[in-house]
Structure formats: structure tokens, C-alpha cells
């Protein structure tokens, strides 16, 4: 069984700056593709950027495209998310995932939808106030 645990989140003025970190306890971290989704109470989780296993392939949201880069560190076993120039609608509890390479289909891919990952974080809250 493969643990998330999420950190660097907090609370921040509009246009700052955060970046997530998520380290796996997985012994091979490096052939999961990750991912980063985030969830407000009431609604559906949604992916902020997903990363391959080798970091090459990389996929955003439009809504965090520029401001926001997925980048992995395979021997810490770490996935972060910087975050830049955030907005009040960035507020949200930000999940990392991971996807097992078991699963059929590349690993060499950026998955973005919530079923193609089989692990999640407990989550870290992101509140920026304006």
C-alpha cells in the first residue's frame, strides 16, 4: 500500500506564492505518474497538473496553466506543485495522487482524470484571501 502524505500548505494574500510537496512511501515512485487535484466542500475534485513517471509529459488545467508548475524529484520520492500569482479561487484542499503502473496503459503519460489514480493524500488546505 502506497501512502501521500501532503505538505506546504496555509493560508496567503492574493498574487503569493505556495509550493506543495508530497512525499510517497512507495518503493517505486518512480513508475507512477502523480497528479495533483483539488476539492471545495460540496463539489467535485478536480486535477490541477499531472506529471508522468519520468517528469516529461506534463499536463495542467486551463484554469492554473502559466501560474502553476508539477515538476518530481524520483529519488526523494517527491512530487511538489508551485504555485504562483494565486487567486482567491485557488482556495481549496489541494489531494496528491498516484497511479499504479500495474494498471494498463503507459506510464510514460499525465493522466488528469480522477479515475486513473489509485492512491490519494489526506489533503493540504490552500486558502488565499484578496
Known amino acids: 500500500q502506497v501512502q501521500l502524505l501532503e505538505s506546504g500548505g496555509g493560508s496567503v494574500q492574493a498574487g503569493d506564492s505556495l509550493r506543495l510537496s508530497c512525499v510517497s512511501s512507495?518503493?517505486?515512485?518512480?513508475?507512477?505518474?502523480m497528479a495533483w487535484f483539488r476539492q471545495a466542500p460540496g463539489k467535485e475534485r478536480e486535477v490541477v497538473a499531472a506529471?508522468?513517471?519520468?517528469?516529461?509529459?506534463?499536463y495542467y488545467a486551463d484554469s492554473v496553466k502559466g501560474r502553476f508548475t508539477i515538476s518530481r524529484d524520483n529519488a526523494k520520492n517527491t512530487v511538489y506543485l508551485q504555485m504562483n500569482s494565486l487567486k482567491p479561487e485557488d482556495t481549496y484542499v489541494y489531494y496528491c495522487?498516484?497511479?499504479?503502473?500495474?494498471?494498463?496503459?503507459?506510464?510514460?503519460?499525465?493522466?488528469?482524470?480522477?479515475?486513473?489514480?489509485?492512491?490519494w493524500g489526506q489533503g493540504t488546505q490552500v486558502t488565499v484571501s484578496s
Open positions: 495522487s498516484a497511479r499504479r503502473s500495474s494498471r494498463y496503459g503507459s506510464s510514460y503519460y499525465a493522466y488528469y482524470r480522477e479515475s486513473d489514480y489509485d492512491y
Open positions: 512507495g518503493r517505486t515512485f518512480s513508475t507512477y505518474p
Open positions: 506529471i508522468s513517471m519520468n517528469g516529461v509529459e506534463t
